[in-house]
């Protein structure tokens, strides 16, 4: 089973800053690494896939990195609308799908 | 639109039954693979099913293997779990979600999900 780590807990970050969120991997996945976001009382979108491509319709603003067992979701300028739970999920080890315990993103 | 709605959530009692079920629509359903995810109040996502296109291919988490069942009716667009021998362990919010195209997948998109409770 591939454990999937992301740091920190909970990041606090001003609106218009970057925030940068970590996403690590027991052992390799390639770039077989996906980001979700999570609002309350919703279901989880997909953001970026591949590492570093993003989803339809997502801003620019998002972007992803990494390869092997480091990744990074960067947000370049924090709107009011990004401030939600994260996720990582590899699927690299499929069909054992795992996700990452998540980042709360919040207001400083 | 691609959509993707659940239903069949509710409070069970242990040991107790239930399935679930996953609408599709504004796609070609018997193209994808599907997944089932679950939530448990508070905590992270946990994949729990996957099944292919032609139900040729299915899988399961270990933590719910020979209790919980998927499958699918292309006609009807479709997909389903069944979940026998409930814990309170179970109790989470459960998502239907479609693979992207090939082996190894991401989901997107994700229904609004349905909750399932487990509870004497």
């Known amino acids: 089973e591939i454990v999937m780590t992301q740091s920190p807990a909970t990041l606090s970050v001003s609106p218009g800053e970057r925030a940068t969120l970590s996403c690590r991997a027991s052992?390799?996945?390639?770039?077989?690494l996906a980001w979700y976001q999570q609002k309350p009382g919703q279901a989880p979108r997909l953001l970026i896939y591949?590492?570093?491509t993003r989803a339809t319709g997502i801003p620019a603003r998002f972007s992803g990195s990494g390869s092997g067992t480091e990744f990074t979701l960067t947000i370049s300028s924090l709107q009011s609308e990004d401030f939600a739970v994260y996720y990582c999920?590899?699927?690299?080890?499929?069909?054992?799908?795992?996700f990452g315990q998540g980042t709360k993103l919040e207001i400083k | 639109e691609v959509q993707l709605v659940e239903s069949g959530g509710g409070l069970v009692k242990p040991g107790g039954s239930l399935r679930l079920s996953c609408a599709a629509s504004g796609f070609t359903f018997s193209s994808y693979s599907m997944n089932w995810v679950r939530q448990a109040p508070g905590k992270g996502l946990e994949w729990v099913s996957s099944?292919?296109?032609?139900?040729?291919?299915?899988y399961y988490a270990d933590s719910v293997k020979g209790r919980f069942t998927i499958s699918r009716d292309n006609a009807k667009n479709s997909l389903y779990l069944q979940m026998n021998s409930l814990r309170a362990e179970d109790t989470a919010v459960y998502y239907c979600?479609?693979?992207?195209?090939?082996?190894?997948?991401?989901?997107?998109?994700w229904g609004q999900g349905t909750l399932v409770t487990v509870s004497s």
């Open positions: 591949g590492a570093s």
């Open positions: 099944i292919s296109s032609s139900s040729s291919y299915i």
């Open positions: 979600a479609r693979a992207s195209s090939g082996w190894k997948n991401w989901f997107d998109p």
């Open positions: 052992q390799s996945v390639s770039s077989n």
């Open positions: 999920q590899q699927y690299n080890n499929w069909p054992l799908y795992s």
